[in-house]
């Protein structure tokens, strides 16, 4: 029982990790971007190319992947999506669409279709017991990283001047912009960053999730869930709808397990039809 | 006796709706394609039943202005659907099991078109995306019923009102899937020409004014949410027919995103678009899929990323614009009979896109 509560919030840390850059481009920028989860693959594969071909340690690579995936989301950033922008959401769509396809058959092309894994050190296998309860070395590994790095985002967005510039362009771009906030630069920053964090959640998260190069297909329904149960107006809220969906599809996967999967669509469709502004947001009036 | 300003308006309906001659050379194109391409005829059935699909996504996105990522939860049912109505004799006649098999797809469609009611175009993407993932995760549930992944079998197909079997040749199932087409075509266009089909239109341009001139939005969007349900039902259960299997292909993620792809090169809010994007989009496929049967997907992702960047406002004003040159020459043609159209034709109307709320 606890054992599985355990896991259900290892689950959850990682798709916080994974989807709060996309919760905060959505509401930052309004921007749909379902192409998200490439990121996280492009993670995934760079830690694995590090890791199993060049012999890296493993957590060597994991900062190198957040590093290298901020910087290919950066450049994707300047280049592709500042067109994209002012267009329509089904322009959004269909634009994050077509590069998830690209990456899908790229990626495929590259690595090969079958499903891989990143070597992990022997120190990170198998669980122990703690006061009865199973405790996976490797989920525990991920729920510590997680939980750091959500303490020091909520930091960031808290306590610093870049912080407090995001916060005030998410609540009103047009005001922060007028208040001499440079609106698009937070934005290209925020978005590097978030791209930079689904990578290291792609690379985190391989030995759970599985990395192929269908990733960003398969999580993307995840990601959505997240940020629309949790809003897009803070960083508390996708944390908290990350822990409910993955507590909830684990314990879903564990209990029924004909009808795990429904679990967490049932969650996603009550909470649009209860609260289509997110369960944790408040009622802005956008 | 009707006020005059009824029998003026009424006037101006049946000549917005008058065919045009570019009309009868599509379908005419068609008709030939029966005779000429025999050869072609296995894809051109896929052409067909692709082509009626994305007319259904035309009647909600281009009309009613609904972004939906999940059509394929309606085909996926009609498809079952046929496919099991087939399997268990329960309706053997073909066209009657299509009926039955669209009308299915409506039922659901009209179930989940109250959660398409709440919310902007990211809760309807969600909510369309959520409807599709959940019908696939059900048909994955029930093998003992679909078939599960390794899909359902067994099933055959009576021949068409009792006389025509199918053939592997594909001869039957075109003549069938294009049959269809025109008369489910037919009754789309006399929907959107109808005083229905212009409030859809307001409720798409802007659903606040369309309430405060009297249009009630939700039934208007109910109404048509259940049509094209029911039209990517019967276009799922001739896939189904056709080919006499259905797998859990038929409700993946990327069929609706596929779809997407057909409308947008098609062009969308003239009909033809559905049909138009489901001719380029197979050939392109067949074409991609012969020089790179493993990847073809990479440039399918290229088309669309280049669509957005070019913008579809400008491939349709080339469209349009190429589509205003031949209704001229036409119209002189017919010896200048007609009067411009007023409102202006349909043309430019294809522009509008589906606008978030400006930021």
Known sequence: MLTILFDGIAYGMLLFVLACGLSVTLGLMNFVNLAHGAFAMAGGYITLVLVNRAGLPFFAGLPVAFVVTALIGALFERTLYVHVYAKSHLDQVLFTIGLVFMSVAAVDYVMGSQQVFIQIPSALQGRFELFGVGIGRYRLLIIVTCGLLTVALQLILSGTRFGSRLRASVDDARVARGLGINVNGVFALTFAFGSGLAGLGGALGAEILGLDPTFPLKYLVYFLIVVTVGGTSSITGPFLASLLIGIADVAGKYYVPKFGAFVIYTIMIVVLLLRPQGLFARAAGR | ?359
């Open chain 2, 1 to 359: 006796m009707p006020s005059p300003v009824v029998a003026e308006v009424a006037r101006r309906l049946a000549r917005r709706a008058r065919w045009q001659p570019l009309e009868y050379l599509f379908w005419l194109a068609a008709l030939a394609s029966v005779f000429l391409l025999r050869d072609r005829h296995l894809i051109l059935t896929e052409i067909a039943w692709l082509g009626l699909f994305a007319l259904s996504l035309d009647l909600i996105l281009g009309y009613a202005g609904v972004i939906s990522l999940g059509h394929a939860a309606f085909f996926g049912f009609g498809s079952y659907a046929a496919a099991l109505l087939a399997k268990y004799g329960i309706v053997n006649e073909p066209v009657l099991a299509l009926v039955v098999s669209g009308l299915a797809a409506a039922v659901l469609g009209f179930a989940t078109s109250f959660l398409v009611l709440r919310g902007s175009d990211l809760t309807r993407l969600m909510v369309t995306l959520g409807v599709a993932l959940i019908m696939r995760e059900v048909a994955n549930q029930i093998p003992d019923v679909t078939g599960g992944a390794d899909g359902l079998q067994g099933v055959v197909i009576a021949p068409v009102l009792g006389l025509f079997p199918f053939d592997i040749f594909g001869h039957v199932s075109y003549v069938y899937c294009l049959a269809v087409l025109f008369v489910l075509f037919l009754l789309a266009r006399r929907i959107v020409y109808s005083p229905f089909g212009l409030s859809l239109r307001a409720v798409k341009g802007n659903p606040l004014r369309a309430a405060s001139v009297g249009i009630s939005v939700n039934a208007r969007l109910v109404a048509v949410y259940t049509l094209a349900a029911f039209y990517a039902g019967v276009a799922g259960g001739l896939l189904a027919q056709t080919t006499a299997f259905v797998s859990l292909d038929v409700l993946s993620f990327e069929r609706s995103a596929d779809l997407l792809l057909v409308l947008i090169i098609g062009g969308t809010g003239y009909l033809y678009g559905g049909p138009i994007g489901a001719v380029v989009f197979k050939l392109m496929q067949d074409w991609i899929a012969n020089l790179t049967p493993q990847y073809w997907q990479f440039w399918i992702g290229l088309v669309l990323v280049l669509i957005v960047l070019v913008g579809r406002d400008r491939i349709s004003l080339i469209t349009g614009g190429l589509r205003l040159v031949v209704e001229r020459i036409a119209r002189r043609w017919n010896a200048g009979a007609v009067p411009p159209p007023y409102p202006p034709p349909l043309a430019g109307e294809g522009r509008e896109g589906v606008r978030g709320e400006g930021r």
